[in-house]
Every structure is written in C-alpha cells, then in structure tokens.
C-alpha cells in the first residue's frame, strides 16, 4: 500500500513543478506587454497631440475686418492692430500745418485762395488793353461821388460783374515797364471786353501818351499799404421802409454785407450801382457786419439811418 502511493504521488509533483515555470514566464510576458502597450501608448498620444497642434485651424477671428476678434484666453495679450495709413491727399489740396490751424480757419482759407473774389481774384495777373475816358470829377457808376483824385479807371463789363469790382485797386503795367495803381470807380460798358481797362486821362498818361490810344497792359489785385477807414452811407430816400446801404473806402473788395435782424443777419443783395439794398427795410439801421473776398470780416455798430451821409468808422480790412 505505502510504495503504491508513492508511485502514484511522484508524477503529480513532476507536473506542478511543471505548470508554474509557463505561468512564471506567462507572467514575465504580460508585464513585458503591458510595460511595451504604456510606452508604445504614450508615444501615440504625444505624437497626435504635436500632430494636432500643427494642423489645427487658427484661433484668431476671419479676415473681414467688420466682424470683432475675440480673444479666447484672457491671459494671451491680443496682438496690437496696425494702424492705417490716411489716404493720400487729391492733388492740388493743400493741407494745414498744425501752425494754420490755430489761427481762424477762416481767415486761413480765404486769404490763401481769395475764395469769396468774383471774376477779379488775387494773385492772378490779366491781360488786356488800356484806354482814356474823360473822368470829369472822379464820379461814376459805383456811386462815390466826387473825389480829388482822379487816378481812377472804369472796369470792362463782364469783369466789373454788377459792382463787385467797385473799390478794388489794381495795378497797371505797360509794355514799356510803366506801371501805375488806379482804383475802380466806373463800369466801362460793351463793348469794352474782359480784360479792359478805360483809365481816367490823368492815370493813361502816367503810362503813354493819350495819342496812342489802344495800350496794352497787364493789371492785377492791390491790397495797398496805405488806406484810412472804411465809412458807411445810407442811400437817399433810406427809412425804416426800405434802405439801401453802401461802404466807402474799403482797403479790400467787399464780398457780402449783412444787417442785424431780429432773426440773425441778414445778407443784402448788392445792385450794379453799388448799393447792398433791404426792400423791405428789415434791418435797416441797425448794426452791419462786412466781409472782404479774403473772408475777414468786420462788423460795425452806431451808424445811424441818416440818408447821404458818409459815417466814418473806426474800422478797415487787413493788408494783403
């Protein structure tokens, strides 16, 4: 019984022995496998996350600049936009120098281009013929009345332009260096052509003798140095009613002028004899504001409505 037992036992124990050497190394595999999976998986994941991080889209906003970018992550500074370029300037315009604006935009503008000047503007030389009238005691269409100087002349009719060239001086050259300054007080009527000037007698002669005739000449705007202060007169007939209203012994031409009303000023419509005229009297006698084709303007109280009476002022345009 004892040694049938213990041959029957020995092959057991051989078999054991036997089962736990694969196990042994069936569990050395799988650590082996399991160790290469993690190393082999962390490989995957680090590469599709560099992958990613390439081809992934970007975050900033679309190209249309209309639509607002926002900035996902407060921590990332948002890139500094760049800054537009102004439009190039049209050519010709002229752009103002920090200095230009701080003066009077206005005067800035007007005594740069003389933008309120009507046919006869500054700067400009014209070109024409000169002629020789008779001017008696200096009077003549823009209604001054008589003066003791008589170096005036009469302007062609397209260029006196319904009394806007009443007042200016010009300067008057020949061909033969002559040249002379005469002040506009007359209209010289067709056919007179652009350009035309007909001078008093005394003022032709300064430039060639009368028996020439037909002088050609080229003219241009004065601003004189010399020049007192403007008046105002109220034409004959003026009331309450109706007014007519004209200004003396302006350095420079006048472009508008205006009557206070209860409104606001008024702008007046000039006639060709000279007179800036209220037909319906609104404003007549109250203050009066002046503006010169260079854009300054003056404005002058305490006239009283006294018709033909020249009122001096204490007041005249700039040099130019």
């Known amino acids: 019984m004892r040694t049938t037992n213990h041959g029957a036992a020995q092959p057991l124990r051989k078999h054991r022995r036997a089962i736990r050497i694969p196990l042994a190394l069936l569990a050395v595999g799988v650590v082996i496998c399991l160790a290469a999976v993690l190393v082999t998986g962390g490989s995957t994941d680090t590469r599709r996350t560099a992958d990613e991080s390439v081809t992934a889209p970007p975050t900033s906003g679309p190209a249309d600049s209309g639509s607002p970018t926002a900035t996902p992550d407060a921590t990332i500074a948002p890139t500094k936009p760049p800054v537009a370029s102004p439009p190039p300037s049209p050519r010709g315009t002229r752009t103002p ?6 003066s009077s935009p206005r005067a800035e503008s007007a005594e740069s281009t003389g933008s309120l000047a009507g046919r006869i503007k500054p700067a400009i030389r014209y070109r024409g013929v000169a002629t020789a009238y008779e001017a008696g005691d200096g009077n003549g269409a823009c209604l001054y009345g008589p003066s003791d100087d008589l170096m005036v002349a009469a302007m062609n009719h397209t260029d006196y332009e319904s009394a806007k060239a009443c007042g200016a001086y010009v300067m008057v050259r020949a061909a033969n260096g002559a040249a002379i300054t005469v002040r506009i007080v007359n209209e010289c009527p067709l056919p007179c052509e ?3 000037l007909d001078l008093s007698q005394q003022a032709f002669a300064k430039l060639a003798d009368l028996s020439v005739g037909r002088l050609p000449i080229t003219w241009k705007l004065l601003s004189p140095a010399e020049s007192g202060t403007i008046s105002i007169r109220y034409k004959g007939g003026s009331s309450q009613w109706w007014c007519g209203i004209q200004v ?9 002028l205006e009557v206070r009303t209860a409104n606001g000023w008024r702008k007046l419509q000039r006639t060709d004899y000279n007179y ?8 007549c006698g109250r203050a009066i504001r002046i503006t010169d084709i260079y854009g300054e303007r003056l404005t002058i109280g305490g006239i ?3 018709p033909d009476v020249a009122q001096p002022t204490r007041v005249q345009f700039a040099r130019h």
């Open 248 to 256: 003396i012994g302006h350095r420079n031409p006048v472009a508008t």
């Open 194 to 196: 652009p350009g035309q």
């Open 276 to 283: 800036f005229l209220a037909e319906d009297g609104n404003g």
């Open 304 to 306: 009283a409505l006294e």
């Open 97 to 102: 120098s920090a200095a230009s604006k701080s």
